[in-house]
């Protein structure tokens, strides 16, 4: 009966026929466990290296020079946010906020959402569908503000939010999933702050932004152990960024200890083997 040896990676597993492998002459059987060693920490390197990567940048991307932001494939402007279908609506008039909303949360603050329908509508209140699919928030508030004023109050102040829009925080932070963006003004440190801050394993020069097109994403590094990154525009998050957080290399170290460790403890265990191997001749 074979008895086997097996290295196992992510993305590939490799089994050794130990009869085979502890063929020949003692000083070959143990150079090939030397190299069967080897090839175990190499693989098990490689595994940890990557895992501690999401999404990662090109190659050919330097981010040696890093000061404060660096981007790859530079989007000079972002397009206003239009309201879409299924977006959630919420509006206050700062008036008189119960004429248009109920008390929801611990702040007794006067809101309520309404949301976009398929033929991008909303309804409200005295004054039915509304049509806001499409415009944007200003354009949605003036135009709501403009109907109250001519059918039910006296120059209201309207104020409008749309309350779906998210980034998503991976990696070293406190609190990983997807986060609401309060307001259009939100930046990367308010987010954080959000998250409950960065982990203590996280390399703060390299917190990583992935935005827009999908398949030609904007990619900004911001470093911010340096106070001047926080004043780049290119930090104030847009609905759907994605925001990672990357491991210091202290951290990764550390793993590929671990990793180190189990491997061996691997290269033991074969050695056991071979012993047991060369007594039972």
């Avoid at 354009?139 to 039910?152: D, H, N, P």
């Amino acid at each position: 009966m074979h008895k086997f040896f097996i290295i196992k990676n992510k993305t590939f597993i490799i089994e050794i026929d130990l009869a085979k492998f502890m063929k020949g002459a003692p000083y070959l059987q143990m150079k090939n466990i030397i190299i069967l060693f080897l090839f175990a920490v190499i693989i098990s390197s490689c595994s940890v290296r990557n895992s501690s990567r999401i999404l990662q940048y090109p190659k050919s991307f330097n981010t040696d020079t890093l000061k404060t932001v660096a981007v790859f494939n530079n989007q000079n402007s972002y397009p206003e946010y239009r309201i879409k279908v299924y977006d959630k609506i919420s509006i206050q008039n700062l008036q008189d906020a119960e004429l248009l909303g109920s008390t929801i949360g611990a702040t007794g603050e006067f809101k309520v959402s309404y949301e976009v329908n398929q033929i991008g509508e909303i309804i409200l209140p005295a004054l039915g569908s509304i049509q806001i699919a499409g415009l944007t928030k200003e354009e949605a508030r003036e135009k709501i503000q403009k109907l109250y004023g001519a059918t039910l109050f006296k120059d209201p102040i309207i104020e409008l939010n749309i309350n779906n829009l998210k980034v998503t925080m991976l990696g070293a932070f406190k609190s990983e999933g997807n986060f609401l963006l309060e307001n259009q003004k939100t930046d990367l440190i308010d987010i954080i702050g959000l998250a409950g801050g960065i982990s203590d394993n996280a390399n703060i020069k390299k917190i990583r932004i992935i935005r827009g097109n999908r398949t030609q994403p904007e990619l900004i590094i911001a470093d911010l152990s340096n106070i001047n990154t926080l004043s780049n525009p290119k930090l104030k998050l847009q609905d759907g960024d994605i925001i990672i957080a990357e491991k210091n290399k202290f951290s990764l170290l550390s793993e590929n200890i671990i990793a180190l460790n189990s491997v061996v403890s691997i290269g033991i265990l074969a050695l056991n083997m071979y012993l047991i191997l060369q007594r039972a001749k």
